[in-house]
């Protein structure tokens, strides 16, 4: 089935008052997931613009460090103005993927491995990122969890930190939106329910 776009069922575009809050979006936009989700290369309804030259650039990183930047300021939320996360789908992924990243990059957090699914093994089945090989594989050595107290405490406190920042900017956007329904970090923080952090979990 081909997706929904707010523009091709005639619905109109929420129109942002707060500059702030255009600003925040505009920033989470411009990051990069990489590849084929590279905001840049995607138009506004989804169609990706071709490339002009002959060898496209490698995919740019995900820049984790970015995201905890634009994210730490508005730990609370202070617009006057719900979101329709319809509109907000790039950002939602950009944020979904730093907690998959953090998954992957410390294992530690976690004291049960990440849930099987089953239309796509170990990857979110309504996460865009499904598609991608960055989930981690049920024989990786990268997805053990921790087992004992020395592991859980080999996680950077930095990561921790920036784990609740993230959270909790979700917490506040899902509080202030509508169209809940496209949220599609679900499975992705039924796996940190598994962390050895009370906050984070």
């Known amino acids: 089935m081909a997706p929904i776009y ?13 500059g702030r809050l255009k600003q ?11 590849g084929k989700d590279d905001p840049k290369k995607v138009h506004a309804d989804g169609t990706h613009i071709p490339s002009s030259s002959a060898s496209p650039a490698p995919p740019a990183p995900l820049d984790v460090q970015r995201v905890i930047e634009i994210c730490e300021p508005w730990q609370t939320w202070p617009f006057d103005e719900q979101i329709d996360l319809q509109e907000w789908i ?14 992957q990059q410390h294992p530690n957090l976690l004291l049960i491995k990440p849930i099987r699914r089953k239309r796509d093994g170990l990857m979110p089945a309504s996460s865009t990122l499904a598609s991608s090989s960055s989930w981690p594989s049920s ?3 990268q997805t053990k969890p921790a087992s004992s107290l020395d592991d859980v405490n080999t996680v950077p406190d930095d990561v921790r930190k920036s784990i609740i920042t993230i959270l909790r900017f979700l917490i506040n956007m899902l509080k202030n939106s509508s169209s809940k329904s ?3 970090s679900v499975n992705e923080l039924v796996d940190l329910l598994a962390a050895a952090d ?3 979990a």
Do not use: M, R, W, Y
């Open 182 to 184: 496209v949220f599609n």
């Open 90 to 103: 790039h950002p939602l992924n950009v944020l979904d993927a730093c907690l998959v990243h953090f998954v």
């Open 24 to 34: 925040l979006k505009s920033d989470l936009e411009a990051i990069a997931l990489g």
């Open 6 to 18: 707010a523009t091709t069922v005639g619905i109109t575009p929420q129109i942002i008052d707060d």
């Open 198 to 200: 009370d906050d984070v």
């Open 139 to 141: 024989t990786s050595t």
